[in-house]
């Protein structure tokens, strides 16, 4: 007879029933095809009410546990019980304390100083925006974006970019990682890809996760190289001109309208232009756009405000030629926009309303000063330290010439509670001899001690 050692003796009786049997059956301890006590004889035994047997077999049944055969009885039904067990078994290490290095100092190239965001100009648009007259904030966004962020971004990316497009060429994104996606749709896996070498890698895993035959084309000074490009045919090449990612080059005009001229070799050949934090160059103005001096409908011109104004606005945007257009056209309806009307249209109002060219403005000029600060923290280092990156963008490249591997550089300053990032996994096919014993430091989210602080304890964490 089944005993179970009640730990409440309130109302619920049923469900500790029903757990104690369900986890006999689990662990093995009823087989497959045992029979039950009756609900008569069970409730005399545990001296509760033949109600409550009833409902905690009645839950086993229903949840498979149990089979009721009429006039016979409840039976243990056939459980997979190597799944159950693997489930337990995740279940325990995931409960398990993840114990984690306290990080004092973060050098991420991805950060943003959060102190300088606009939070009243929000809050004042968030009021304006979000009301009960618009009934449209309630519906399905425009699968292409809201045409108030649209309109808004045809005159900005033209002032700030020399971007040329009607607003029906703009489709609006959750990410460069979502527009990647649609341009995969696009053209199918039968289009080869283009890659710099190092790239950006969420755009290597995700042409090939697609099933697009991807080539990588090492960089030099000038960015990507032409001349291993020239047999090809029908090929997308995506490139970050105005900043190379992750060592900083910009790409020249010659090198530009050399990358034009071979795109124009061939009708499926196109360009994915990512001008992800373009407006960040601190000794000049920002450069224009690749797309500004195409001609030919051969650039697709991609950006986003994860650097401009935050990474949480998960809004991208991105400028098909006339061409592309047509098709994106065809399966637009397959498609639904993952962003929500509502922060659509406050960051349309935020660039419409002249508050988000200030705020760049004023971004600009802060993080310039910290760009300055930490060149002049590294400069306290010494000539073992060489350091490389345009001053545009938000992290600087460092390298080492005392010995010490990328990797102890890397596990080093985290045994000090600082975190560097190693530049090796950008690089497609190994780390080339020229890029060892080197790390990216970022200083976006930084305070002017904290980057002193920090330079301070890798000098140590580095032997330096």
Known sequence: MITIPFKNKGAFLYVEIYEFIKQEITEGNLK?????????????????????????????????YLEASPKRGYFVCQIDTYLLKQKNRVLEKNTKKIETRPIKIDFSPNAIDQ????????????????????????????IQGEMELRNALVELLYRSRGVRCRVEQIIIGS????????????????????????????????????????????????????????????????????HQFPLGMSMPIDRRIRLLNFANQ?????????????????????LPSLQSIDNNGKVIYIGTFSKSIAPSFRISYMVLPEALLKAYLEIADAISSPVSSLEQKMIGAFISGGVFEKHVNKMRKVYKGKRIVLLNALKELGNRVKMTGENAGHHLLVQLDNGLTEQAMYS???????????????????????????????????????????????????DL
């Open 115 to 142: 102190r300088i965001f606009p939070y009243e100009a929000f809050r004042k648009i968030f009021k304006s925006t979000f009301n009960e007259y618009d009934s449209s904030l309630l519906n399905k966004p425009e």
């Open 266 to 286: 061939d009708d499926g050949n196109y360009i994915i232009e990512d001008d992800y934090d373009s407006e960040f160059r601190y000794n000049e103005k920002p």
């Open 175 to 242: 990410g460069t990682d979502h527009l990647l996606q649609i341009l995969g749709l696009l053209w199918g896996k039968n289009k080869s890809v283009v890659l710099e070498n190092p790239v950006y890698l969420k755009a290597y895993n995700i042409f090939e996760k697609m099933g697009n035959p991807v080539i990588s084309i090492d960089i030099d000074e000038k960015g990507i190289q032409i001349e291993p490009m020239q047999s090809f045919s029908d090929v997308a090449v995506y490139v970050t001109p105005s």
């Open 32 to 64: 497959y095809g045992e029979k039950l006590p009756s609900k008569r004889s069970l409730a005399s035994h545990l001296s509760v009410s033949v109600n409550t047997v009833d409902a905690a077999y009645g839950q086993l049944v229903a949840e498979g």
């Open 412 to 462: 080093r300053a985290l045994a000090q509670g600082v975190r560097v990032y190693p530049v090796s996994p950008y690089f497609i096919h190994g780390l080339p001899e020229k890029y060892k014993s080197m790390v990216l430091l970022g200083y976006g989210s930084l305070t002017d001690q904290q980057i002193f602080d920090g330079i301070g304890i890798l000098k140590d964490a580095w």
